[in-house]
C-alpha cells in the first residue's frame, strides 16, 4: 500500500496527527463543510449501529423506552432551569429565520433535550401510576464548539443516545443514576475492552442543573483523561422548573424526581485511540463491522482456479456460522496491499489461503493486534476462529488495562501531584477537601481538574494535598480532552 | 372506559377530529412546545422501529449502507444548485447564531441532504471503480411549515430516511429509481397494507432538481391523496453542481448519474387513517407493536388465581412463540375497561380468559379489525394466533384495496372530471397532453393537481380531458394532502 493510502506516522511519535490520519484515512469520518462538523462515513456508521443495537437491548430489557423529541427548542423553554440555560448558552446554535420571516421566538438546535422532553412530561405525568417514566433517545445533538475538531471526540454536532426518567422518589432516582451508570461500565469494559474509573463529578463540574453528576472516564495512552458517559440525578431542579408533578399513594401532590444520562459516539473516538496502533485500527471483535477477511494468495494464473473455490467456500462456512466476513478477491491488488488496507481498517482476523495452504489441507489465520499467524487444519475453522476472537477481545481488554493502570498514580503531597502532571500525565489520585478554592487553584497551576470522586474507603481520615484540611474523598485529578 | 379518554367522534362523521383524537389519545404522539413540531411518543416509536426495521435490512440486501451527514448546511452549499434551493427556500429554518456570536455565513437547518452529502460525494467518487455509490441516512429534516400541523401528515419536522446514490450512468441510475420504486411498494402494500399508485410526476410537482420523480401515492378514506414516497432520477444536475465526476473504464472523466429517494413517518399517518375506526387505532399485525394482548377475567376472588395462572401461562407461551404479547392483569380496571383501551390501541388480537373457559379447556380471541370472536380449544393457541394474524393482514389489506378502488374513477370529459372531484374526490384518470397550461387550469379550477402519470398502455390515443390535444399519458388527478 502506497504512503498516501496508509498511516505514515507512528503512534508513539505524533499521537494527535495519527489519530487524524487514522480516523480519515480507515474511512470512519470526513470533515464536513461547515467548521465543526463531521460526516459519519458508512464503516464508522456501522460500529456506532453496533453500539446502539447492544445499548438499545440493554435499556429496553431494563424497561426504558424509545421516543423522539423535536431537534428545536424555544428559547423560553431553554430558560426554565436558570442554571442549565446559562451553562449550555455559549454553545447554543440559534434559529432566527423560516423561510423569508424572522420568526418571533428564536429556537435553540437541541444542545441535550432536558427542555423539550419536560415540557412533555409535565402533561404525561399525573399520578404515582405513571411512574416511574422511563425513556430513551437516539438523535443527535449540537453545541457549538469554538476549541478545533476532533472527529468522535469534539464536534459541534453529535450521534448519541439520552435517557430521561421520572421517578417517585429521590431513592429511586439515586438508584436509576447507579443502574446505568453500572450498565455504561460494563459495556465500556466487556464490549469496547476500556477499563473505566466511575465517581461522582465535583460541584464545579457537574452537569449544570443536576444535583449530581456520575461520571465513567477512561484513560487516553497519551495520559489524558476522557470523559466516556455520565449519569445525572436531577433531583426536583427540573420537575419544579416545568411543573412535572404526581399524585401519591398518599393522595398529595409531589414534584417528581429525575435522572438523564447519556452516551455518544465519541465512544468510538476513544475505542480507536486506546487500541489502535501504527498499522491503524484495531476494532474489538464484539463491535467490528468486519471480524473475519477471506484473502485468497493467487499469483500464478494455473492454480488460481482452486484458491477461490476454496476461499470462497471458507467465507461462505464463516458467514454460514454468524461471522461478519468479507471475502476479498478483487482484481488488481495484491495479497500484501490488501493486507496493510484490512490492517488499516483494523479486522480482527485475516484468513490466507494459498496454494501450499491448499496442498496441506490447512488454513493461515494472522489477528490483528499482535499480527500473529496460526495455522490450523480446515476442519478447525469455525472453533478457531471463535475461540480468537474471544482472545483478541480478552488480550485488547488487558493491554488497555495494563496502559490505564501504568497511568494512574498517587500523590500525598502537592509538589508530587505537580510533578506527576507534568511529567508523566494520566490519573493522580489525591485527597481533596472538597473546598472548591482548591480545587480551582490545582486546576489553574497544573491544568488538572477532578475527573472523578471517590468516597475515602481507607481507615485514616488523609489531608487534602493542597490546602492540608481533612478529606473524605480522593479525588482522580489529570488532564481532559 | 370514559368519554375523555376515548375517541368521541365517529370515523365517519367528522374524519379530521376523528384522527386527531386518535393519534393523541392513543399516545401514539403528541403536541411540541414549537408551532408545528411533534413529539413521537414511545407507543408511536415503536412502530417507527419496527418500519425502519423491515426498510433497513431491505436496503441492505440491496447493497446500500447508512451514513451520517450534519444537520447543518452552509448556504453557499445550499445554493450550488440553484432550483434546488429556490425550491425549499420558503421552508428553510436559519441558524444565525452560535453562542452570543453572529455567524458569519448562515446554515440552513437540513431540509434534506442532497446539499450536504453530494459535498461529500465529490471528494470520495474518483474512479469507475467507487460506483456504484449507494448510502442512505436515517435522519429527520426540518421544513417551516406555514399550513397548520397534522401529526405525522405535516409536521415542521419529520423523521424519515433518505437515500443517495450515484452510477456510472444515467441508465444505472434510471435501475436504481425502479428498485426503490419497487421496493416501496412491496413495503406499502404487503407490509402496510394499503394499495398505492405508482407513476411519474409531471414537471411541476416534481422534486426541485431532479430529471424526474416517481411517486407512490394512496388514496386516504376522505377521498384525499397522499403521497407515500419518492425515488428520483437526479440526472447531472448535482454532480455538475457539486463536481462529482470519475474516470470511467475509457480514461475518460465524466459527470456521474445520481438518486435520491426517501419515505418518512407519514407512512404512519397513512396507516392510521387507512385501517383505524371510530374504536380508535387498528395496526397491521406485521408492524403492531403488541399483536396480542392476554385479558384475564375476574369478577370474584374464589376463582380469580386460577384465572390468572392459566392467563399468565398462555402469555408466556406466547412470547415464547415470538409474539409480541402484553399480559394485563392490571387491578383497579374492569375487563370493558381494558377491552376498550387495548383497542384504542389497535392491539391485533385480544385473548380473553374467563373461569368459564378454563371450566371448558377453551381461549376465547377477538380480532380488532371486524370484532369478531373465535373460541379455540387451548391447544391449538399458537397456531390460531398465527392464522389470525395472517387473516387481519388479508382482510384489512382487502378492504383497503375496495376503498382505494371505490375512490378510482376515470374521465373522458372536463365536465366530468369536475364534477367527481367535486362530488366524490378520489383519483380521477384522465389523458392529458403534457401541457402545463393545462394542468395549471385544472389545478385552478377544480383543486386537484396531478399526483402521477402512467404511460397510455391503450392503443387507441384519447385526447386531453381539458384541451382535447392528442395524448399518450394517463393522469391520475386528486386533492392531496
Redesign the interface.
Known sequence: MSKEIGVTVKKEEDYSEWYTQVVLKSELV?Y???KG??????YG??I??NIQGILDKAFKRLGH??????????ES?LRKEAKHFSGF????????????NKIGE??A?RPTSEA?AY??YA??VRSWRDLPLL?NCW??V?R?E?KSTKPFIRT??F?WQEGHTVHESKEDAASEVMTILRLYKDFIEETLAIPVVVGSKSDREKFVGALYTMSLESMMPDGKALQMGTSHHLGQNFSKAFGITFLGKDKQNHFAWQTSWGVSWRLIGATIMVHGDSKGLVIPPKIAPIQIVVIPIVFKKESSAQVLERASLFYKTLTDAGFKAVYDDRDGYTPGWKFHEWELKGVPIRLELGPRDISQSQITLVSRDDGEKTVIGEELLVDRVTSMLDEIQSRLKAKAKKMSEAYTSEADSYESLKQIIKTKGGFVKSPWCGDQKCEDKIKDETGADIRVLQVNSEEKSPSCVYCGQPSNQIAYFGKAY
Do not use: H, T
Open positions: 470526513d464536513a463543510s461547515a462538523f463531521m460526516v459519519l462515513r458508512p456508521y456501522v456506532w449501529e423506552q424509545n421516543a423522539y423529541f423535536p431537534s428545536l427548542i424555544p423553554l448558552i455559549p454553545e447554543v446554535f440559534w434559529v432566527n429565520e423560516a423561510g423569508n428564536r429556537l438546535a423539550i415540557y412533555s402533561k404525561w425513556l438523535n443527535s449540537l457549538a469554538i459541534s454536532e450521534l
